[in-house]
């Protein structure tokens, strides 16, 4: 079945550090891929997606591609702030889809 | 727009009791979905309406949890004689109409259930 690995936690840089989070999926046809934050005391929310391959998403000064040859779409942040600590999800849901497959979650500290 | 919400947002249970979540999601969103959270995990599916029709049951729904959306709108999700294996954070998510293929969901802030 659909699956999503990413990487375990947690990651604690410093402000102003390179982030990356690593994201593999497994999936059937051409999924949408997204990833979802959670900050702490708040729900899941969406922080960028793309819906096929080679898109790039972007929000917040994050960004992934869609990698359908190495089935990837690692998260890319090029300086982390204090604020940016948070549980990070990477997610897929098929075409049409309705169910989104998770993953476990990479929790991000950020240093000052 | 005041976003899902979800009612308990914490419950506390003995084992074998009842109890019943509320999720009232986006006004204008058709789909409605429900997860379980446990620590260190990221959601699970649960189930999913479109409209009142419950279009997705995953196997982790046993037969002791029901969930219903009766005029399309707002949703229950009732676990019957409760185990301490049930003991997760309830997530509702509703999501608008699909356009492009993207299914971006809204989430709730969930109901956190612990069986005693």
């Known amino acids: 079945g659909d699956s999503v690995t990413q990487m375990e936690g947690p990651v604690t840089l410093s402000e102003e550090a390179f982030l990356t989070i690593n994201c593999t999926y497994t999936?059937?046809?051409?999924?949408?891929l997204f990833w979802y934050v959670q900050y702490p005391g708040e729900g899941l929310q969406l922080l960028l997606k793309a819906t096929k391959a080679d898109d790039k998403g972007s929000n917040k000064g994050f960004e992934a591609t869609y990698r359908k040859e190495t089935t990837s779409f690692h998260l890319e942040k090029g300086s982390v702030q204090v604020s940016d600590s948070a549980v990070y999800f990477c997610a897929l849901a098929n075409t049409g889809g309705f169910k989104t497959i998770f993953g476990a979650g990479t929790r991000l500290f950020v240093k000052a | 727009d005041t976003g899902v919400s979800q009612d308990p947002r914490h419950k506390i249970t003995k084992r074998g009791q009842n109890v019943t979540f509320r999720c009232d999601p986006i006004?204008?969103?058709?789909?409605l979905y429900w997860y379980r959270q446990t620590l260190g995990q990221g959601p699970e599916f649960l189930t999913y309406?479109?409209?009142?029709?419950?279009?997705?049951k995953s196997r982790l729904l046993s037969d002791r949890f029901s969930a219903e959306r009766p005029k399309g709108s707002f949703s229950t999700l009732e676990i019957q004689r409760t185990e301490q294996g049930d003991s997760a954070m309830y997530l509702c998510?509703?999501?608008?109409?699909?356009?492009?293929?993207?299914?971006?969901?809204?989430f709730g802030p969930g109901t956190r259930l612990t069986v005693l």
């Open positions: 999936a059937t046809g051409y999924p949408s």
């Open positions: 309406f479109q409209n009142e029709a419950q279009l997705e």
């Open positions: 998510a509703s999501s608008p109409p699909t356009s492009g293929g993207a299914n971006e969901q809204f």
């Open positions: 006004s204008e969103h058709n789909r």
